[in-house]
């Protein structure tokens, strides 16, 4: 069995910065994609970032140039760095990976709220 652990959101007010983590342990052998999606209150979980297995990474427009998601392969641990935050960003962030078992294997996290406040 394969579990996230996400840490702590909290409140921080708007332009402030908040790194979020997601640490996966179980028995796999290897994860490919690391992702971030949020869901705000009566909205859809949206996509944020996207860390592909080679490095590759991709952003939501609203977050391009404030956010940056990052892996630490010796932890199995994928971080979101939120820079210069806004009210906007008020939502319940989720980390999703996708773990080679055996077979592959959709995981998500917990989820964890962060407030921005104005």
């Known amino acids: 069995q394969v579990q996230l652990v996400e840490s702590w959101g909290g409140l921080v007010q708007a332009g402030g910065s908040l790194r979020l983590s997601c640490a996966a342990s179980?028995?796999?052998?290897?994860?490919?994609?690391m992702e971030w999606y949020r869901q705000a209150p009566g909205n859809q979980r949206d996509l944020v970032a996207q860390l592909i297995r080679g490095g590759s990474t991709n952003y939501a427009d609203s977050v391009k140039g404030r956010f940056t998601i990052s892996r630490d392969n010796a932890k199995n641990t994928v971080y979101l760095q939120m820079n210069s935050l806004k009210p906007e960003d008020t939502a319940v962030y989720y980390c999703?990976?996708?773990?080679?078992?055996?077979?592959?294997?959709?995981?998500w996290g917990q989820g964890t709220l962060v407030t921005v406040s104005s």
């Open positions: 179980g028995s796999f052998f290897s994860i490919s994609t």
């Open positions: 999703r990976v996708v773990v080679n078992t055996g077979r592959y294997l959709e995981v």
